[in-house]
């Protein structure tokens, strides 16, 4: 392994560079505080404004034109097939921008995953390129209101439809037309929600007792005109982009089923290591940003007649941040490489995900410190770095699930 840049990563991160003063810098500048001002690019329940939403459109449209989407998925899905080294470099230099509107010009959760790869026949025409164009855009439904963390334990279900019993019940073959699942059940915190074309949900179409923990459960693609949209969940950091689904007697097809019926959990824990290295590598992103703009800050700021980086106490915070930011950028690097070797990453891709976005809270509490009053000041990013931190060590796993993995890797619990 090596951890230089080869060209053609060279070659991509300069042309996101470009691709974001070209087209993401002059979208934000003329929505102006529509952007930077919460208050004004949200409704009253936190809806994004349709500015807002347009210009996310765009961008994404606009960056799968050019080839960054979706460019870790492979050629035959519409991607570029570059290797997860090169993803996790891409998406950590994306995050170097700040976390600004940029950050849609990278797939992210309202975007293709593997998990979509599963998309058979029309399903592929209809959901998977689409999402991998930026035409359309999607969302991952698992969390309800009684479950997170222990998501096998899900209420939501999925029951073929009477016709279709009563047709097997005959012995006949179920008619595709005949067939249906009928969904019920709640789903909360989904990101993008409220704007997805359709959203990826699952669902027990077996119980427990039956298929065991894991099994069991279904993954259907559930359309945005299918499913009601219930409260926003306005998570601080994040208004507007997570909501309830509210499955009461859903209809669907047959061949909405995405992959294998009751393997779906299975199948999204192949996936869980992309997920951690993308949230690492946004973490590491911003952590990188965070402490350019402290350095730049305390070797102009003065205090007591010389600039405040002379004072250890401020300088050791931004060193400390340093020293952790680089240790988890070798820990991205190398669960990418693993990856890239298709070797198995559970362990690496917890630490990863715990780490980073830990080193992130830090950093970025010690961004705010440094800067003083500025540091709070609405029109600076640093408050919102600290809000981003705080999300990422809760979504996808939280720190004591990564945890949970990692003592269950070295054989502690079972
Ligand atoms: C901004 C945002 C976006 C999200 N997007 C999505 C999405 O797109 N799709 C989706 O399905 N979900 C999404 N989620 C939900 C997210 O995945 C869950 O919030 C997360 O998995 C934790 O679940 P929970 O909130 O129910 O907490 P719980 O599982 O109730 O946990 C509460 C606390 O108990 C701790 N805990 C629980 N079990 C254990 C244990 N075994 N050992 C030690 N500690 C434990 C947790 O670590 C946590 O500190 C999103 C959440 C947020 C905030």
């Known amino acids: 392994m090596s951890f230089d840049t080869d060209e053609e990563t060279e070659l991509i991160l300069e042309s996101l560079d470009e691709f974001v003063a070209r087209e993401v810098e002059p979208i934000v500048e003329e929505l102006g505080d529509v952007y930077t001002n919460?208050?004004?690019?949200?409704?009253?329940?936190?809806?994004?404004?349709?500015?807002?939403?347009?210009a996310r459109e765009e961008i994404r449209r606009k960056s799968a034109e050019a080839g960054f989407y979706a460019m870790n998925l492979p050629e035959e899905a519409g991607g570029d097939g570059i290797s997860p080294v090169t993803w996790y470099r891409a998406k950590k230099h994306l995050a170097t921008h700040g976390g600004g509107l940029e950050r849609y010009a990278l797939a992210g959760p309202e975007g293709p995953k593997p998990l979509l790869l599963q998309a058979e026949g029309e399903q592929r025409e209809k959901y998977l390129e689409p999402v991998v164009r930026g035409e359309k855009s999607t969302a991952f439904g698992q969390t309800e209101p009684g479950v997170g963390s222990d998501s096998?334990?899900?209420?939501?279900?999925?029951?073929?439809?009477?016709?279709?019993?009563?047709?097997?019940?005959?012995g006949a073959a179920a008619e595709r037309d005949g067939d249906e699942w009928v969904l019920n059940g709640r789903k909360q915190w989904i990101t993008n929600a409220p704007y997805a074309d359709f959203v990826q949900l699952f669902?027990?179409?077996?119980?427990?007792?039956?298929?065991?923990?894991?099994?069991?459960i279904t993954c259907f693609i559930v359309e945005e005109d299918e499913y009601e949209l219930g409260s926003y969940n306005?998570?601080?950091?994040?208004?507007?982009?997570?909501?309830?689904?509210?499955?009461?007697?859903v209809r669907v097809p047959e061949d909405r089923v995405l992959g294998e019926v009751d393997e779906a959990f299975y199948a999204a824990m192949d996936f869980l290591s992309l997920g951690r290295l993308e949230l690492g590598a946004e973490a590491i992103g911003y952590?990188?940003?965070l402490l350019e703009a402290a350095t730049d800050y305390v070797t102009e700021r003065e205090a007591f007649g010389e600039p405040i980086g002379n004072f250890?106490?401020?300088?050791?915070?931004?060193?400390?941040?340093?020293?952790?930011?680089?240790?988890?950028?070798?820990?991205?690097?190398?669960?990418?490489?693993?990856?890239?070797?298709?070797?198995?990453t559970v362990m690496d891709a917890s630490i990863?995900?715990?780490?980073?976005?830990?080193?992130?809270w830090e950093v970025a509490d010690a961004a705010v410190q440094?800067?003083?009053?500025?540091?709070?000041?609405?029109?600076?990013?640093?408050?919102?770095?600290?809000?981003?931190?705080?999300?990422?060590?809760?979504?996808?796993?939280?720190?004591?699930?990564?945890l949970n993995t990692i003592a269950k890797s070295m054989g502690i619990t079972d």
Not at 38 to 54: C, F, H, I, M, S
Not at 234 to 249: C, K, P, T, W, Y
Not at 380 to 392: C, E, F, K, S, T
């Open 38 to 54: 919460p208050r004004k690019g949200r409704r009253e329940n936190g809806r994004w404004t349709d500015e807002l939403l347009e």
């Open 152 to 170: 096998p334990n899900m209420e939501t279900t999925a029951e073929k439809s009477e016709a279709q019993r009563a047709s097997e019940r005959s």
């Open 203 to 216: 669902a027990r179409t077996t119980p427990q007792e039956e298929a065991g923990r894991y099994g069991g």
């Open 234 to 249: 306005n998570a601080v950091g994040a208004v507007g982009s997570q909501a309830e689904i509210v499955l009461d007697g």
């Open 287 to 289: 952590s990188e940003y």
């Open 312 to 344: 250890q106490q401020v300088s050791t915070k931004i060193a400390e941040g340093k020293a952790k930011t680089y240790a988890a950028d070798a820990a991205g690097l190398k669960l990418a490489w693993k990856m890239a070797q298709d070797e198995r």
């Open 352 to 360: 990863l995900k715990w780490f980073a976005t830990n080193v992130l």
């Open 370 to 402: 440094v800067h003083g009053a500025n540091g709070l000041a609405e029109e600076n990013p640093y408050m919102d770095l600290v809000h981003q931190a705080r999300i990422l060590r809760i979504v996808e796993g939280t720190d004591e699930i990564q």
